[in-house]
């Protein structure tokens, strides 16, 4: 009887070690915070609909999944007090992507001024991640504000993703209006809409810089930028399956290559309708804009009815070398493609591609070399 009774302790206690729990907010804590301070590893967050005006500090535990009940109805407001979510424990890396946020909107947070006016230093308005990796689905992430990252900021983050996430009318002082990646690796973006944020600086819709991101299924509209890149400003990265449009900068109304990163691949990508002009300065690539050094593939890529005051299609800027291959280029203003007069030559291969007037609507300003290789029209 003894020993019976002894191996039933030991094995109850062996199959209840490591469960999880579930604390429902608001019935076991009023607050959303409450429940993150008296949650452990592998616990699960299950949030009701209503508002919740807080500003979320994440605890320093690992795994924690915190489910609103939908992003429709389940609002966190974090009242211009500060960011609405902020995981940041300095450089020990606990937090990593078994971490999730879903189901939310996120608003009205802000990491950029306080009510005197005075700029603070910490970035995200919405999420502002630093030494952390979070997994961010089924969100609304609008109306926020940051110095860098008006709605997410990632900084020394691997391998964080967001899925199905709009990210709308957010601002950044500096850089990056929707998201801001800075050192961050493997950042993967799938069936985002990033749409009508802003930046003072770079990177109206995403800044990215020296970092790879990976893109699918994303709809980049209508943000701008005070200097380069209305959608999106940064080096290499694989994007696909994607829509920028409509975006306005200085440097690259739809994007702003910057170079000094690996090279960016493009893949059955429509860049349509922006736009880098102005009546007073010389704005450059209304569609891209290819920076120094810059390596860029396109595939299956459609670029039309972009404008600029040089560039309209392309602005390849010193030392630009990238290869077009099955694409179309068609109806973008003054020129489809256009290479800077000065400093390092450009190289662009065209193949297989509709390019509209052909090999003569490539201005080289007599700064670098066209390869028209098989099977293009014009």
Known sequence: ???????FTFTFFTITFGFSATINVPADYVTIQ????????????????????ENIFWPEINGIKLFGSGKETCVIDGDLLGSVIQIDHGTSFIVDSSTVISGFTLQNGNAYENDSGTQYISSGGGINLFASSIIMEDLIIINNSGSDGGGISLRFSYGSKCKNVIIKNNYAGNDGGGIYNSSSTDLLLENVTISENSAEDNGGGIWNINQDIIGDSLIITDNTSGSGGGGIYGSGGN??????????ARYGGGIRYSGGGGPLNLNNVLISNNSAYSDDYIYEGGGIYIGTIGNVNFT??????????????IFSASGANYNILNSILVENSPQEIYFYDYLDPCTVTVAFTDLYGGVDSIETNDNGTVYWNEGNID
């Open 1 to 7: 009887m003894i020993s019976v009774y002894k191996i």
């Open 34 to 53: 409450g429940g993150l301070d008296a949650a452990s590893e592998g616990d699960t967050i299950q949030v009701e609909p209503g508002m919740y005006v």
């Open 239 to 248: 994007i696909e399956n994607s829509i920028i449009s409509g975006n306005d």
């Open 300 to 313: 299956n890529v459609t670029i039309t009815n972009n404008i600029a005051n040089d560039g309209g299609g």
